[in-house]
């Protein structure tokens, strides 16, 4: 008899995401002559930057040749784009990160669910409502749950609300939690966290030797110059966290695939027989066991980010998305509606109108303006009555997505 992973059946039937896409295809089909925008999953339009194409293109070539042609990479990542990515996003700013503690991997989707690999099935694990779902749904995967509510929230988790009635900003847990997730720019308030609210976190988790995993994958937004980029611009952080960074959303690399964690060495856990360990070595050892490591070519392209061009014509990108969600935050607020983020994020969090649930809005904007937004509940039971939507689109199709707007309030 073959038996299963029983975790897996207390999941919802689908990822949101997914279902999204179910109903939106569904609606395609009965109505082929919609013309739908979608401002639901946070995918990039705009195409790569010049120079990551020309890196891209010569490493390419190199594999064509026999005296520069290049087998198995090294699992961790080529040096070459270590090195640039401790240069220009850390220690530029300040934060003490080396080459050798950044991992480069296919993802931060892929990472923030494999570093439970690591971790043990014991730990009290803390996330904010609402949430990236991945951060929950891994931990589902690996046991670290109950079963769930009919809020959708599951028991074993420690949950952190953020609304509007906090100002989005999360109070420390009242217990101690071993795993704190912290997402900034947020996924999907659009919120940015403080210097000083970081140093609140690094604090607490200092002195209840807890690790904080911090999703840094939009950090490209910024616009504040009083808002740290990493967790490691705050005192004692090497000392708590682990960061994870993606090029999906800075480099438009969602179908390129590349990405990077950083592990410092002195971050350490806590075997059941009181021990302290090194997580640097465990996630080296599980990385290089169960990755081959992202492409040459790839790599290339992402190191081509860092050159002077690369920099330039990204910055440009970003501007573009920004705004994008400039020109959607000012008319949705002209009509009267409530929203957050879009400022330092390419996000928009916004109340739903006439009290409609989040999936009554969903289908609401779907069916009367042939608009495609991501429902809030799916982030967790405190984003009831709200929406997410994107700014990754054409500037024609975030124009005329404000139209549609108008033509509904």
């Given at each position: 008899m073959t038996y299963i992973n029983d975790n897996y059946l207390k999941l919802p039937a689908g990822y949101l995401f997914p279902e999204i896409g179910r109903r939106v295809k569904k609606f395609c089909e009965d109505n082929p002559s919609a013309k739908v925008i979608r401002l639901g999953i946070g995918d990039v339009t705009e195409p790569l930057a010049p120079a990551v194409i020309q890196a891209m293109h010569s490493a390419v070539d190199e594999l064509a040749v026999r005296s520069s042609f290049r087998g198995y990479g090294p699992e961790q990542g080529y040096d070459f784009l270590r090195e640039a990515i401790a240069r220009h996003d850390f220690q530029a700013r300040g934060a003490e990160v080396g080459a050798d503690e950044i991992f480069v991997s296919d993802g931060s989707k892929c990472d923030a669910g494999?570093?439970?690999?690591?971790?043990?099935?014991?730990?009290?694990?803390a996330v904010l409502d609402p949430v990236y779902p991945v951060y929950v749904d891994t931990n589902v995967m690996a046991g670290h749950t109950g079963p769930v509510d009919a809020s959708g929230r599951y028991s074993g988790l420690v949950y952190l609300p953020v609304t509007a009635d906090n100002d989005f900003v999360p109070e420390l847990?009242?217990?101690?939690?071993d795993l704190i997730?912290?997402?900034?720019?947020?996924?999907?308030?659009?919120?940015?966290?403080?210097?000083?609210m970081l140093k609140r976190w690094v604090e607490y988790a200092g002195q209840n030797g807890s690790i904080i995993l911090f999703d840094a994958a939009y950090e490209a937004y910024i616009t504040d110059s009083s808002i740290p980029h990493s967790i490691y611009e705050i005192d004692g952080a090497r000392e708590v966290a682990i960061e994870f960074r993606s090029f999906s959303k800075?480099?438009?690399?969602?179908?390129?695939?590349?990405a990077f964690t950083v592990i410092p060495k002195g971050l350490k856990g806590n075997t059941r027989d009181?021990?302290?360990?090194?997580?640097?070595?465990?996630?080296?050892?599980?990385h290089s066991t169960k990755f081959n490591g992202v492409s040459y070519p790839v790599q290339r392209g992402a190191a081509a980010i860092y050159s002077p061009e690369g920099k330039q014509q990204l910055r440009e990108t970003i501007e573009f998305y920004l705004a994008n969600a400039r020109l959607m935050r000012e008319a949705l607020m002209k009509l009267g509606i409530q929203v957050y983020g879009g400022v330092n994020a390419p996000y928009l969090w916004l109340k739903t109108l006439g009290n409609l649930s989040s999936w009554e809005f969903f289908d609401k904007l779907l069916h009367e303006a042939h608009l495609v937004g991501t429902p809030g509940s799916g982030f967790g039971a405190c984003g009831e009555g709200y929406f997410r939507l994107s700014a990754f689109n054409s500037r024609a199709n975030i124009e005329e997505a404000?139209?549609?707007?108008?033509?509904?309030?």
């Open positions: 494999n570093i439970l690999d690591i971790f043990g099935d014991n730990n009290v694990i847990p009242r217990q101690r939690v997730y912290l997402c900034y720019p947020n996924n999907p308030t659009g919120v940015v966290a403080t210097r000083e800075t480099a438009g690399f969602t179908g390129v695939r590349c009181g021990r302290q360990v090194a997580i640097h070595p465990m996630w080296n050892r599980r404000v139209k549609r707007f108008e033509r509904i309030v």
